[in-house]
Structure formats: C-alpha cells, structure tokens
C-alpha cells in the first residue's frame, strides 16, 4: 500500500511543479496594452515596468537615419503626443502603417524606450472598393 501512495504523492508533485512553472511563464509573458492617456495618468508608478502601448504614428515625427538602429518618433492618440525611441530592427511594413504597438518602458524624461515595435497590417493589403 505504501507503494501505492508514494506513487500518487510522487504524480502530485510533478502536476504542482508544472502547473506553477505554466502560471510563472504566463504572468511574465502578459502584458497589458495602454493608449498614451492611460500609461499618462499611472506616472510615476509606471516608471520602469514593461508596459505595450499602442496608438497612432505622427509621420512628419518619424526620424530614422539610413543604416542606423535608433528610430524615433512620436504617438498620438487625440492631443496626446508620446515620444518614442526604438533600438532595433525596424519592420518593413513600419514605412506603411499608421497604428503600432511599443513594448518597453517610459523613463522619467518623458520618451518611451521601446525594445519592441509591432505594426499593424497597412490598409494597401484591404481591397478596394470600385465604383
């Protein structure tokens, strides 16, 4: 009998370790996404934690310099106007797209750091509608 329990104590410890190893990974890897008026009014609490935030790029903002790895820019959404440097590789479809998502975090200065840009399909990839 003890045999039998040793067994069933054994397998519960296996499920436990996996089940807390699959909620650690998970919690790590969520991450919430914010317009600019929202990672705005949690200053300064936000400071320094990961945060994605998403909104729209102001195009005439947009300074790249050929051969570089640091883009910035600036978000809007409404009045609001995030500052955003990016060290990276910039995705092709950034040059089209109007909406991005920015995954890093926003420093006391006011600039958003972003380790990560993700666009949005650009509108050229919709069919057109003929008249």
């Known amino acids: 009998m003890k045999r039998k329990y040793r067994f069933l104590a054994g397998g ?9 190893l699959l909620l650690t990974s998970m919690r790590s890897s969520t991450v919430y996404y914010l317009t600019v008026g929202e990672l705005r009014s949690q200053v300064p609490e936000i400071y320094g934690q990961r945060v994605r935030v998403a909104a729209q790029v102001d195009r005439d903002s947009v300074d790249w310099v050929l051969g570089s ?11 609001e106007v995030l ?8 995705p092709d479809a950034f040059a089209q797209s109007e909406t991005v998502v920015v995954e890093g975090q926003y420093s006391p200065n006011g600039i958003f750091e972003a380790d990560t840009l ?7 990839y919709e069919a057109r509608v003929t008249e």
């Open 118 to 124: 993700v666009v949005q399909c650009p509108s050229k």
């Open 69 to 79: 790895s640091t883009l910035s820019f600036d978000l809007v959404e409404g009045e």
């Open 12 to 20: 519960a410890v296996i499920v436990a370790v996996v089940l807390l």
């Open 83 to 90: 500052p955003v440097t990016y060290e990276g590789l910039v």
